[in-house]
């Protein structure tokens, strides 16, 4: 069965302090992992796609990597306006179609 | 360039009672797919359409059904409705083509079974 898992459930950061979040995930065949950032009472939006192992991608203060059964979100020097919800998803390849699988996410806290 | 629009926002029903939420897909976007957020269990993928055909089809009861017009948006229909119901319903378009899988979500319809 398709799954993925995310850890830690929360995090909570001082401004400043850089970490990692992860996603592990289970999947006959990936056509793309993603990952979202959803903040209270929105819709999740949009922040990166990975293809393939060894793949990496950054945004700001975002990095997100890639391998064969992980993929972590990197935070560095994070800032108070970074926190939110932390969603991980993947697309399996043999669907037909875009069904996207969900992890139920990584809750950020960044303090002042 | 318009996002992607869910409506009604908020709705209250009690239950047996039936509801139909719509929403309307990014300009050329030719997927919708729907999901059900909970706090206890995140993000539950309902179903994705394409061109007004159903591709794939979450593990959900028949009382959970939709469809998509030939303008690509879309409603999605939740019969007899039972308090467990209560959730965001999401709605997110898609390019779908190769390379672009990424969703782009509205803000939600958020759904409360009394």
Redesign the interface.
Known sequence: EDQVTQSPEALRLQEGESSSLNCSYTVSGLRGLFWYRQDPGKGPEFLFTLYSAGEEKEKERLKATLTKKESFLHITAPKPEDSATYLCAVQPDYTGGFKTIFGAGTRLFVKA | KAG?TQTPRYLIKTRGQQVTLSCSPISGHR?V?W?QQTPGQ??Q?LF?Y?SETQ??K?NFPGRFSGRQFSNSRSEMNVSTLELGDSALY?C?S?L?GP?T????????SRLTVL
């Open positions: 992607v997927s797919s999901y995140g993000l993928f994705e394409f591709r794939n979450g999401l997110a898609s779908a390379g899988g990424e969703l782009f979500f509205g803000e939600g």
